[in-house]
């Protein structure tokens, strides 16, 4: 089938850096996701990976390895606002995209 | 100005009602989308439309339809409404080739 696996939740400190998995089960699988969402809030893009490697933008970096069919968000420097669920989303050829069931970050001050 | 709007931001109905969703995007983006994110967050894509053809349709019930007068609007209309309808529905756009998707305020919708 077609399936995402992240963790449900994660704590970390404020100021702290954290790491976010996401495996992956996708026929046709074309590129990797990253997006997040406040509570009551729309989701919104953080950054993509078709290739493997990190890509950096700011604080937030995202890695893939299509050999493992994995890939994590990097979140460095924590703020209370980073405070939300982050969802990793597997983009096929077909252009079908499948989203992970969400991982909740807690951010303790 | 918004890049993605939905119209209504809330809708509370009653169970058998028929109801529409409006979605707009004003970012020149060819392909729009809907999603259904339910009470446990879990956001799944129903339908994506490119240049006002549907290219994805999921398996939805068939008392979800959308239309797509042009390619800035990409309308969800719902018949016969259900308990287990209630949920946010977010509208997206995109770029085919370009990854990023804009989303929309969301409508919650609750059946009564």
């Known amino acids: 089938g077609q399936s995402l696996e992240q963790p449900s939740e994660v704590t970390a400190v404020e100021g702290a850096i954290v790491q976010i998995n996401c495996t992956y089960q996708?026929?046709?699988?074309?590129?990797l996701s990253w997006y997040q969402q406040h509570d009551g809030g729309a989701p919104t893009f953080l950054s993509y990976n078709a290739l493997d490697g990190l890509e950096e933008t700011g604080r937030f970096s995202s890695f893939l390895s299509r050999s493992d069919s994995y890939g994590y968000l990097l979140l460095q420097e924590l703020q209370m606002k980073d405070s939300a669920s982050y969802f990793c989303a597997a983009e096929r050829r077909d252009d079908k995209i499948i989203f992970g069931k969400g991982t909740r970050l807690h951010i303790l001050p | 100005d918004t890049a993605v709007s939905q119209t209504p931001k809330y809708l509370v109905t009653q169970m058998g009602n028929d109801k529409s969703i409006k979605c707009e995007q004003n970012?020149?983006?060819?392909?729009m989308y809907w999603y259904k994110q339910d009470s446990k967050k879990f956001l799944k894509i129903m339908f994506s439309?490119?240049?006002?053809?549907?290219?994805i349709n999921e398996t939805v019930p068939n008392r979800f339809s959308p239309k797509s007068p042009d390619k800035a609007h990409l309308n969800l209309h719902i018949n016969s409404l259900e308990l287990g309808d209630s949920a946010v529905y977010f509208c997206?756009?995109?770029?085919?080739?370009?990854?990023?998707?804009?989303f929309g305020p969301g409508t919650r919708l609750t059946v009564l």
């Open positions: 996708t026929s046709g699988f074309y590129g």
């Open positions: 439309y490119n240049n006002k053809e549907l290219i």
């Open positions: 970012l020149g983006h060819d392909t």
């Open positions: 997206a756009s995109g770029s085919r080739g370009h990854n990023e998707q804009f």
